[in-house]
């Protein structure tokens, strides 16, 4: 069982940068690819940017409508996620997951709300 907490969301205007954080308490969380997706009001959840273990041989990757404004990283040491955010757009509005993932994206947070202004 994998807990995982998010914060470091928050009101922010448009070109401003926020970093979310996620704490992940709980077994083997050093094998798990980590991610985060996000969720507006009435769409549907999307993907934003996974890392996978560092054991794995993957790479980050990115949803392209973030890619060169959001960074994932991890430190194995805190159990922690994060998620730094630069030059946000109003259309980056949304509830913000965590999520890890050995074969599916088995557990999830609670999520941290991000509004960007315009």
């Known amino acids: 069982q994998v807990q995982l907490v998010e914060s470091g969301g928050g009101l922010v205007q448009a070109g401003g940068s926020l970093r979310l954080s996620c704490a992940a308490s709980g077994r083997t969380f050093s094998t798990y690819t980590m991610g985060w997706f996000r969720q507006a009001p009435g769409k549907e959840r999307e993907f934003v940017a996974a890392?996978?273990?560092?054991?794995?041989?993957?790479?980050?990757y990115y949803a392209d409508s973030v890619k060169g404004r959001f960074t994932i990283s991890r430190d194995y040491a805190k159990n922690t996620v994060y998620l730094q955010m630069n030059s946000l757009k109003p259309e980056d509005t949304a509830v913000y997951l965590c999520a890890a993932r050995a074969s599916t994206w088995d557990y999830w947070g609670q999520g941290t709300q991000v509004t960007v202004s315009s």
């Open positions: 890392i996978p273990w560092s054991g794995s041989g993957g790479s980050t």
